[in-house]
């Protein structure tokens, strides 16, 4: 074993001990009352630091307030947590609003749509308003070519892959539009994921975003499936952190249990079908070890072996990779740069997932040829 890997492997090992940050989180969902032991001030700024590197500030928030006096932070760190607080709240009104915009303004042009994660999944949280707000991800039903030909006459050289565009219209908002909820590598599992996802389009759910109206959202199973495949892409890509996989603890747990086995089996089913059995075991596993998910809320039985693994990966990435010193500057790469880094980030899946492995060269080389037959490069 080399250095590197012995460094990774002491660093993974140390992330997945019971911590005073996941004792905390179980704090802040109701399934611990109080810490093991007392916090230090110096426990304190890390547990901050840590839950801002999550982007959990504003749940785990709502665990500090539960917390006797004794067990609290030192003043001046809850008034700048409570400061912060109120900056998450203000940023869902403004995100609940844009993402009401958004929809509209595509409904008028004659485009079904679908929001994505985000303002969708914030109510499933106990208090919607604490989620740390990311973008808005909408999913448009529609020729692809028409939609980029769009936005590009009104924001023109938009970079346009076949999974996704930005669309740039709010100032404080970062937009995306998605042609494809999420992809694989392998391009037998990605097709039959398509044809699924396609199929689910037809049948999306009503939600009502806070003093804002009203926006379609997945409906349950493909929500499911969906979100734990964005988690498994993200994995590959930059990184995944812990708001993640609360989303989708807080999506299991509202969705599954006593009675729910015939979703439960539907989702499976087409988990099964793309390929995604161990990942959904692997984080089965971390969500019982990290939420205390109870079992009757999992979608399948947990894999403490691949489950440790991703553990350590969220714990050394946070959110989106963005504390990831591993992940180096995408956007100043070359085509090529892109091609064998992105190559080589993979192969740390190898012993977890080779499939994907084995074809992300080749869904990198596709997508290079469809962008350039589009004129997109």
Not at 274 to 290: H, N, P, Q, S
Request: overall charge neutral.
């Amino acid at each position: 074993m080399t250095q590197t890997n012995e460094i990774h492997n002491a660093d993974s090992m140390k992330a997945q001990c019971p911590t005073l940050f996941f004792e905390l989180i179980r704090i802040a969902l109701g399934r611990q009352e109080t810490f093991s032991h007392q916090p230090s001030e110096e426990d304190w700024h890390e547990l901050y630091a840590e839950a801002k590197r999550q982007t959990l500030l504003g749940v785990l928030y709502d665990g500090v307030c539960r917390l006797s006096a004794d067990q609290k932070p030192p003043r001046q760190l809850l008034i700048n947590w409570h400061a912060s607080v109120q900056k998450i709240i203000c940023d869902n009104k403004r995100l609940n609003h844009d993402t009401v915009w958004v929809s509209r303004r595509w409904e008028k042009l004659g485009y079904r749509n679908v929001i994505l994660k985000g303002q969708g999944n914030a109510l499933l949280y106990p208090d919607p308003m604490l989620r740390v707000p990311g973008d808005i991800d909408i999913w448009l039903d529609g020729d692809q070519r028409k939609i980029a030909d769009y936005v590009r006459s009104h924001f023109p050289g938009l970079e346009v892959t076949r999974i996704e565009m930005e669309f740039p219209v709010r100032k404080d908002t970062p937009i995306e539009i998605h042609f494809l909820p999420s992809f694989l590598y392998d391009p037998f599992k990605d097709r039959k994921m398509q044809r699924y996802f396609t199929r689910q389009l037809a049948s999306p759910k009503q939600v009502e975003l806070p003093e804002e109206g009203t926006i379609c959202v997945p409906g349950d199973e493909m929500n499911l499936v969906f979100q734990l495949s964005h988690i498994y892409r993200h994995l590959f890509y930059e990184g995944i952190g812990l708001r993640q996989l609360m989303d989708y603890y807080f999506l299991c747990t509202n969705l599954l249990s006593t009675g729910s086995d015939d979703l439960r089996q539907k989702a499976l089913s087409v988990i099964q079908e793309i390929g995604l059995t161990d990942f959904c075991r692997a984080l089965m596993w971390v969500l019982g070890e990290v939420f205390l998910m109870p079992k009757e809320h999992m979608l399948t039985l947990p894999d403490e072996r691949r489950g440790r693994f991703l553990l350590g990966e969220v714990m050394r990435a946070g959110n989106f990779g963005h504390a990831d010193d591993r992940v180096g500057n995408w956007a100043e790469m070359s085509r090529w740069q892109r091609l064998t880094w992105g190559t080589r980030w993979s192969w740390r899946l190898l012993g977890q997932y080779p499939r994907e492995v084995f074809w992300h060269p080749y869904y990198r080389i596709t997508q290079y040829i469809w962008r350039l037959y589009n004129g997109y490069l």
